[in-house]
């Protein structure tokens, strides 16, 4: 299957939507917050194939009927690494491989990953993202206090 990932189009979306919300997709703001949920209208927006795999895919119809891993950390991590059908998948990466486009995790030391963003921007060998629950558009990661992260570089299959 031919990789289908439009980094480009993925960056703008979150350029669009960073600082408001899609009323598309359900606000998961008060509801353990939004930052997956954002992400992956991102990713979204790149490849435009959702992976409707019962349980285990990766898709959003409405706030009731969407996978967890549309909306949850670990779980987004576990899809997109684990991913051999259509949609975004992922392969861990170093810091020094990031691209707009590509999907970061921040977590602190001992604790579960609590947070996902995109990463729009890398320049001068630092690293910019947009985020949902802190809202956030090209933020540097530098500036987040969770010192524990994970690179994901995206690819898709139609």
């Avoid at 990766?58 to 259509?86: C, D």
């Amino acid at each position: 299957m031919a990789s289908i990932y439009d980094r480009e189009k993925a960056v703008a979306y979150a350029k669009r939507w960073a600082l408001s919300r899609n009323q598309a997709y359900l606000d998961f703001q008060g509801l353990g917050g939004d930052c997956t949920n954002f992400v992956s209208q991102c990713l979204y927006a790149g490849c435009g194939v959702m992976n409707y795999t019962p349980v285990y895919g990766w898709y959003y119809i409405s706030g009731n009927r969407r996978t967890a891993s549309w909306t949850g950390v670990p779980y987004l991590y576990h899809f997109l690494t684990g991913n051999e059908k259509e949609g975004p998948y992922a392969r861990e990466i170093a810091p020094d491989q990031a691209r707009p486009g590509d999907v970061v995790q921040l977590g602190a030391r001992g604790q579960p990953f609590t947070h996902t963003a995109l990463i729009v921007d890398v320049r001068s060998g630092e690293i910019f993202v947009a985020a949902h629950t802190l809202d956030a558009w090209n933020r540097p990661l530098s500036s987040y206090p969770q010192v524990i992260r994970r690179f994901l570089g995206i690819e898709a299959r139609g």
